[in-house]
């Protein structure tokens, strides 16, 4: 056997193996994990502006965006989209995980878990 055809099913062993081990670590995820992973990447993220746009990117998984007057975009979940309307001014810290809203004379919270 040519070496090129032991070095090709060497190869297709190894990537079988980690496709085998990406499913398993994925499936064996419990959804509490995959939850405290979600609410650390959103405690992270740090933002503010007010509110040009908002709509469902269809293209990626119908995700909720908002777009500030500054033409900046982030991805919010479904909830705190419902309750965000146009010139809605938004401030979200590095560390919380809610937002502070100012819409006309009023100062609201929307929680973010």
Do not use: P
């Not at 085998?20 to 992270?44: C, H, N, P, W």
């Not at 709509?55 to 965006?65: E, I, T």
């Amino acid at each position: 056997m040519s070496r090129l055809i032991k070095y090709s099913r060497l190869l297709g062993i190894i990537i079988s193996i980690g496709v085998a081990i990406i499913i398993f670590k994925g499936l064996t995820t419990s959804q509490e994990e995959k939850y405290d992973r979600y609410l650390m990447s959103v405690k992270e993220k740090e933002y503010n502006g007010v509110v040009l746009k908002k709509f469902k990117d269809k293209s990626n998984h119908n995700r909720s965006v908002l777009v500030f007057t500054n033409l900046k975009e982030i991805t919010i979940n479904s909830k705190a989209y419902d309750d965000l309307e146009l010139t809605d001014s938004i401030v979200k810290l590095a560390d919380e995980l809610f937002l502070t809203v100012f819409r006309d004379n009023d100062r609201f919270i929307i929680n973010l878990d």
